[in-house]
């Protein structure tokens, strides 16, 4: 199957530094997006990733390691809207994404 | 950037009764696009493929014949839910590829339509 696991929930302090985790099996890969999901919303693209190394984009950063199937996107200076659901997709050979369960992330002051 | 909209943005409908849902790429052509399914916390499970112009290809365990998707054009993909049951309440996301761009691996989401089945 093509499984994708990630956290379900975690929790962080306004400002401080976070990192979700996501692995996923390797054969086919063809790409790992995250996404910002709040509730309620439709997600919203945060990054993509299809070679190995990390992608920055302000506050965010995304890491891939391909042969090790692993992912983790970095969140700084942690402020409280970032409080969501965190998903990580893949994409195997074809067009299509398979999303993890999500990873719940609620920001305290 | 690319936009797609869902209409409605939600529905309640009484049971045995079918809805349908729009997905429309507004300012750029999808010859994908994608429905997904997301019940309260958990993650969307893609429910089919829709290309334009043939047959939607189904993810396994989603029934066809209740969930009927048609892509007629290359802006509109429509999502029925036929005989309608209070299980199939959720929300219902669509999401569509770019044709040929460079970010053609990105999809570009709908806001949702939340449908809830009385």
């Known amino acids: 199957g093509q499984n994708i696991d990630q956290p379900t929930e975690m929790t962080a302090t306004e400002g401080a530094i976070v990192q979700i985790n996501c692995t996923y099996q390797t054969s086919g890969f063809n790409g790992l997006f995250w996404y910002q999901q709040h509730a309620g919303e439709a997600p919203t693209f945060l990054s993509y990733?299809?070679?190995?190394g990390l992608e920055e984009k302000g506050r965010f950063s995304s890491f891939l390691s391909r042969s090790k199937g692993y992912s983790y996107l970095l969140l700084k200076e942690l402020q409280m809207k970032d409080s969501a659901s965190y998903l990580c997709a893949v994409r195997w050979n074809t067009d299509k994404l398979i999303f993890g369960t999500g990873t719940r992330l609620q920001v305290f002051p | 950037g690319a936009v797609v909209s869902q209409h409605p943005s939600w529905v309640i409908c009484k049971s045995g009764t079918s809805v349908k849902i729009e997905c429309r790429s507004l300012?750029?052509?999808?010859?994908?696009m994608f429905w997904y399914r997301q019940f309260p916390k958990q993650s969307l499970m893609l429910m089919a493929t829709s290309n334009e112009g043939s047959k939607a290809t189904y993810e396994q365990g989603v029934e066809k014949d209740k969930f009927l998707i048609n892509h007629a054009s290359l802006t509109l993909s429509t999502l029925t839910v036929t005989s309608a049951h209070p299980e199939d309440s959720s929300f219902y996301i669509c999401?569509?590829?770019?044709?040929?761009?460079?970010?053609?691996?990105?999809?570009?989401f709908g806001p949702g339509t939340r449908l809830t089945v009385t």
């Open positions: 300012d750029f052509q999808a010859t994908t």
């Open positions: 990733n299809v070679l190995d």
């Open positions: 999401s569509a590829r770019v044709v040929g761009g460079d970010s053609s691996y990105e999809q570009y």
